[in-house]
């Protein structure tokens, strides 16, 4: 299984763009990366998932480089309502269950008015 | 669409008793995963069930279990609990076999409190 780093948190104001990177330099060909968002006393919740190249939905974006060693999501104009843990996870994607879906630490997003 | 339930919400007990969570998934979904959640160790995946088969385990001991009935409902048991149980207890489920690509839509989860 993919081991992935992320920061453990970031500070960002109302309004900027944040690009949170997930550092995952074992990853293999039939790997996925995806994020997921958890707010407290939640269960997270998906937010992007992309193999490689770049990913857009109405919520974020994910960056992937051609050595797929690293991934970036980026959340565009955040707002209080953000702030969350944010959980890189890379999974095989010929694997049938959920054995691959391993949460690391997350990184702690807190949005500052 | 309902999402997915999980009962109780709150939950209060005893070192040594056991515990039964439940979990209702997204109505046509057919695979149901458990997690644990602490400070410390983060989110750790305990087992997911897919047409009333645990198909897959985490790394957690014998006091863990867990079942799918046919209609896809899924409840987890611990027995002989310990302090170390207190934790958030998430359930999730997807559409079909749980692959990567599939989104997974998680509950609010089960708080557990062992005292």
């Known amino acids: 299984l993919a081991k992935t780093t992320q920061p453990i948190s970031m500070d960002s104001y109302e309004g900027q763009e944040v690009n949170i990177t997930c550092s995952h330099n074992?990853?293999?060909?039939?790997?996925?990366i995806t994020w997921y968002q958890q707010f407290p006393s939640q269960g997270p919740r998906f937010i992007i998932q992309?193999?490689?190249t770049k990913v857009t939905n109405e919520v974020a974006s994910l960056f992937i480089p051609a050595d797929r060693k690293s991934s970036t999501l980026s959340l565009p104009r955040v707002s209080l309502s953000d702030t969350a843990v944010y959980y890189c996870?890379?999974?095989?994607?010929?694997?049938?269950?959920?054995?691959?879906?391993?949460f690391g630490t997350g990184t702690r997003l807190t949005v500052i008015p | 669409k309902a999402g997915v339930t999980q009962t109780p919400r709150y939950l209060i007990k005893t070192r040594g008793q056991q515990v039964t969570l439940s979990c209702s998934p997204i109505?046509?979904?057919?695979?149901v995963s458990w997690y644990q959640q602490t400070p410390g160790q983060g989110l750790q995946f305990l087992f997911e069930y897919f047409s009333e088969t645990q198909r897959n385990k985490g790394n957690f001991p014998g006091r863990f279990s867990g079942r799918q009935f046919s209609n896809s409902r899924s409840e987890m048991n611990v027995s002989t609990l310990e302090l170390g149980d207190s934790a958030l207890y998430l359930c999730?489920?997807?559409?079909?076999?749980?692959?990567?690509?599939?989104?997974?839509?998680f509950g609010p989860g089960t708080r557990l409190l062992v005292l």
């Open positions: 992309g193999y490689k």
């Open positions: 074992n990853i293999a060909t039939n790997d996925y």
């Open positions: 996870l890379v999974g095989d994607g010929r694997l049938a269950g959920a054995n691959n879906l391993f």
């Open positions: 999730a489920s997807s559409l079909e076999g749980g692959r990567v690509q599939e989104t997974q839509y």
């Open positions: 109505s046509g979904h057919r695979s």
